[in-house]
């Protein structure tokens, strides 16, 4: 999301994006771990970058021929940077005249079932987003100005049995600790540490003909990251399913992680909203952040 509204705001890089790049955006958590078809070819690119090591990060920016080839790599959203590397790459293409005519296709295979992660059947997928809603100091720069700003954007996943559950007029515990260890996060400028089950001090959620209400306080055992909010919110069925599940969390956070550094000073307002996927946006599909590698344990972790 910080990208789309500042490096890809761009509107040079908009129309070279448009016209002459074939965009693609991933997981590289995912990818550089994938034993298929399609983790052979990213590892292909990324191996000729900087970041060459698939046992840690190889984030950042890449742009390679269909074959496979690396143009160029960069790690920094400075959008004038981006585009002026992209004009100077994409001009050496065409003078050394080495476009290639065709890319023979690659044979997908199976893929690699640690790492295609899919929705539980059965159940339901909900659009989480954050925002802070306060508490920062007016921003130096426009780079400072889009962190403040940011929404984050992940998923939630409800298994068949939860969304039974829903149907019939029940919230269940397992569902609320999910979400409380896994969503309740301020992923708003990076990747949070997820909570662990002791930091799950108070989770009560109680639904009343569809009304939602309930409380969360988390809190690490060294007390470094709290977040202390309510519940309310609005579920809808018919006919067996759930059509609407429209939820704030809203109260203050407090506490930064290793890659979500900067955070307002103190206690600050932490909204999270969780609204039912329709699958009208290509983002539904991609798993929880909190799954990655280990689906069973995110979709378990209401078993204390």
Excluded: C
């Excluded at 500042?6 to 040079?12: N, V």
């Amino acid at each position: 999301m910080l990208d789309r509204a500042s490096t890809f705001a761009r509107p040079g890089i908009i129309a070279l994006l448009q016209s002459q790049i074939i965009p693609v955006a991933l997981d590289q958590a995912y990818e550089r771990r994938q034993r298929d078809a399609e983790g052979d070819f990213y590892r292909l690119i990324a191996g000729q970058g900087p970041r060459h090591d698939f046992e840690a990060t190889t984030q950042g920016f890449y742009l390679a021929t269909a074959s496979g080839q690396l143009l160029f790599y960069m790690n920094n959203r400075d959008p004038e940077k981006l585009e002026r590397l992209l004009r100077e790459k994409l001009a050496g293409l065409e003078s050394a005249q080495a476009v290639p005519g065709s890319v023979a296709a690659l044979e997908p295979g199976a893929t690699d079932p640690r790492w295609d992660l899919q929705p539980p059947k059965g159940g339901l997928v909900v659009r989480v987003r954050a925002k802070i809603t306060g508490g920062y100091e007016a921003p130096r720069d426009r780079h400072q100005e889009f962190f403040q700003a940011a929404r984050s954007r992940d998923n939630l996943w409800i298994t068949a049995a939860e969304h039974q559950a829903l149907v019939v007029g029940e919230f269940p515990q397992s569902l609320v600790l999910r979400m409380a260890r896994f969503h309740l996060v301020d992923n708003t400028r990076g990747e949070p540490p997820m909570w662990e089950p002791e930091d799950v001090q108070t989770a009560e959620v109680t639904m009343d003909q569809g009304v939602i209400t309930g409380r969360v306080a988390l809190r690490t055992t060294g007390g470094d990251r709290t977040y202390d909010a309510g519940w309310r919110g609005h579920i809808e069925t018919a006919k067996g399913q759930v059509t609407r599940f429209d939820l704030v969390v809203f109260g203050d956070f407090s506490g930064a992680g290793p890659f979500t550094p900067n955070p307002p000073a103190g206690k600050f307002p932490l909204a999270v909203a969780f609204s039912l996927a329709d699958g009208s946006d290509s983002a539904d599909a991609l798993p929880p952040q909190g799954a990655r590698g280990w689906v069973a344990g995110y979709l378990g972790a209401g078993a204390k």
